[in-house]
């Protein structure tokens, strides 16, 4: 315990609290960091980080609980794939690469050009060139592309050139340049996409664009084709196709009650 740890190439300590852990090249904790900063250059470690900041080129915990991981990479995470405790829980990680391997990330979110969540993201969002998450509980996803890898999407909406959901959209938009999809359900109320929108199950709202298909539509397809296999409600389209509902073929506008 003390006001602060100095090391002129490195700084380490097997439990280390106090105000700052500093080293010019790499600062580690080997089990619990509980002060205000961790800083250095190349390397910051901490088997469990306590406190408002690690700053360096790689910071790493398995477990964060705090305010924000600053640097070039950034990740919570083990090796040991029996281990339970892993997670993030503080404002942000801000940085080129973002990753919570197993674990919840619980915060603001993550910020930079490729961010992971390998378990639940509650916060506000994702915001980078690639976003993914496991599951995702927030307001949105926005980058070149945006996927929730093994659950659903509950929250505003996922912008980007591509977004994907394995499994149910919740929200209000899923709005893309080329590609948007959820192989359940999308329950929202569009997904916009100047090429193609899919829903391997069921659509509850509106897909526009020009390629639109889904087993079931409620509500609307628009664009030049159209493809459900249950429609209760309208396709509007130079090529609409429903299975039961409405016409099996039908140009312009086919309606199904």
Known sequence: MGLAQLGLFQSSARDFGGAVQLGLAYTRADERFVGLLQLSLARNEAVTFLGPLQISAMNHAATFMGGLQLGLVNNVRVEDPAAADVRFVGL????????VTRGPLMGIGQFGILSYVGGHLYGFGQLGFINAA???HGVLQAGFANVVTN???DGFGQFGVGNFVDQHFNGFLQTALIFNGAT???RGVAQISALVNLVTRELAGASIGIVNKTEQTTGLQAGLVNLTGKLRGVQLGLVNISDDG???FAPVLNVGL
């Open 134 to 136: 496991d599951s995702f």
């Open 184 to 186: 359940r359900a999308f």
């Open 92 to 99: 942000a990680q801000i940085g080129l690469l973002n990753e």
């Open 151 to 153: 659950g659903s999407f």
């Open 246 to 248: 409405g016409l099996p």
